[in-house]
């Protein structure tokens, strides 16, 4: 059986590869490729919208893929906690439509995170330094406020990390406590560090994509899942079973 999709956000660069990537893949096949100029009405017909916009315009897009019964996959970055909260409870007992928000398709990436959470138990002092390439409009990054995002679960029974004068605006964007600083440079696709530091010593956990091929399994994954998911799912952690502890990837499913 072959599964419908509207690509929304069809002309971007990630929406070029996920059109590219359908039409390699067995099983699936896109139906609706929608741009900035595009009625989303268009998206009607197809069984699972993937939502590849902008911040300002993924949530309108969501909200009337789901009123039509729509699997939405997302792969806009910068929904807030508040906005998945929003989503969730506007899902809540529903059983003909779901949404898997991913931050970041790269399994890398969701291991570099996981990593991230499970060492935060170990460290009191924590920062994030992000970097893209100068068009990505949202900073921090979805992948960095993810990352951060667990960070503090991993720790909420430790408290915040350690982060002195975060009233100086060099200090970075304080998300879950953590300060998050973000780099947009010609030359770069993207990159996240994550410094640790404790007594005597420093850890670094790094990611960087090298070649946008690096989210392809990623979407695939996403894609399979998204066309039973029900309410709102948050990260590819929900789907890939990393194998080790919850301390990375708890909570990433919102019921």
Do not use: C
Not at 40 to 53: C, F, K, N, P, Y
């Amino acid at each position: 059986m072959t599964t419908t999709v509207a690509i929304i956000g069809a002309t971007g660069k990630m929406g070029r590869l996920v059109s590219d990537l359908i039409d390699r893949t067995e099983g699936y096949q896109v139906v609706a490729r929608l741009d900035s100029r595009s009625d989303l009405s268009e998206m009607l017909g197809a069984q699972i919208a993937v939502d590849l916009t902008r911040p300002d315009v993924s949530r309108d897009v969501v909200n009337f893929a789901t009123e039509h019964g729509l699997q939405v996959l997302v792969g806009t970055s910068g929904w807030s906690q508040d906005g998945i909260d929003v989503l969730a409870r506007r899902l809540d007992g529903r059983d003909d439509t779901g949404v898997i928000i991913i931050p970041n398709f790269s399994i890398g990436s969701v291991l570099a995170t996981a990593f991230a959470a499970l060492a935060a138990r170990f460290y009191d002092s924590i920062e994030i330094v992000e970097g893209h390439q100068p068009g990505k409009v949202d900073s921090p990054s979805g992948t960095a406020v993810r990352t951060a995002e667990l960070i503090g679960r991993a720790r909420a029974e430790l408290g915040p990390v350690s982060a002195p004068h975060t009233d100086q605006r060099a200090r970075g964007q304080q998300v879950s406590s953590v300060p998050v600083h973000s780099l947009r440079l010609s030359g770069l696709l993207a990159r996240q560090d994550v410094f640790l530091g404790g007594t005597g010593e420093t850890l670094t956990i790094s990611h960087n994509t090298l070649s946008p091929s690096a989210y392809e399994s990623g979407i695939l994954l996403a894609l399979n899942a998204v066309r039973t998911a029900r309410g709102v799912s948050v990260g590819l952690d929900q789907i890939v079973d990393l194998g080790f502890g919850t301390a990375a990837t708890e909570s990433g499913a919102v019921k």
